[in-house]
């Protein structure tokens, strides 16, 4: 994102890069990660999951060549991020969770709040989805459509250090 608006600056970077300086250094892979690593997706989203066999089936997790150690929040990082960016209907954000807490996932608590475990990775997926939404309209020389906007906004709207 710093060379794409160095060469064409663009409005919604500032808020990009600030949201990004106020992430805690492991978050920007500039410090180890807190806490043990446990085996994770690597590649968490809702087209991940699947019934198997369909309609009724269990649901089942594919697509594992990213399965490895890590920390489990990030595996939820989309998902999370995209209900705090308003482009994950609540409704559906919370039979996700509550499905995923009902069957003891790691990477949040089983009950209660679980932001603590997911504000940094949500707000960080976020970042990185801003910076590049810009990088590619601007290479496409577009406006930011309504989603990429949705997400720079979330940028803006999330607390500076």
Known sequence: LRAAVHAH??????????????????????????GPALLCHGDLHLGQLVRHPAPDGPWRLIDVDDLGLGVPAWDLARPAAWYACGLLPPDDWTRFLTAYQETNGPAVPATGDPWPALDVPARALTVQTAALAITKALAADRPLDEIEQAVVDACARMPAG
């Open 9 to 34: 600056p663009h409005p919604a970077a500032r808020p990009v890069l600030d949201a990004w300086a106020a992430l805690p250094a492991w978050a920007r892979a500039e410090a180890p990660m807190p």
